[in-house]
Nanobody, 121 residues
Framework: QVQLVESGGGLVQAGGSLRLSCAAS????????MGWYRQAPGKQRELVAA???????NYADSVKGRFTISRDNAKNTVYLQMNSLKPEDTAVYYC???????????????WGQGTQVTVSS
């Protein structure tokens, strides 16, 4: 079983910064892609940023140039540095990890519990 623990959300004024962290633990054989999604009230969950095991990144157009995703493979942790935050960034942010558990031969999607990010104008 793989567990994800997120931290770093909160309330910030427009133009401010926050850093989200998500640590994976448990019976893990390997971790492939890691990413962050968000869901605002009344909207569908959307991809914010993703990073492969090799370090290739992908961002939603709305956050390019403001958000940076990174990972520490030794700690099984993914980070999301969010700068120049806007009120429209307000949402619950979810960590997503694609991992192969120790006794499995295929990868599965795992989700964090979600962390609230609120940006005031």
């Amino acid at each position: 079983q793989v567990q994800l623990v997120e931290s770093g959300g909160g309330l910030v004024q427009a133009g401010g910064s926050l850093r989200l962290s998500c640590a994976a633990s448990g019976s893990i054989f390997s971790i492939n892609a890691m990413g962050w999604y968000r869901q605002a009230p009344g909207k569908q969950r959307e991809l914010v940023a993703a990073i492969t095991s090799g370090g290739s990144t992908n961002y939603a157009d709305s956050v390019k140039g403001r958000f940076t995703i990174s990972r520490d493979n030794a700690k099984n942790t993914v980070y999301l540095q969010m700068n120049s935050l806007k009120p429209e960034d307000t949402a619950v942010y979810y960590c997503n990890v694609r991992a192969v558990p120790l006794i499995a031969t295929m990868e599965y999607d795992y989700w964090g519990q979600g962390t609230q990010v609120t940006v005031s104008s």
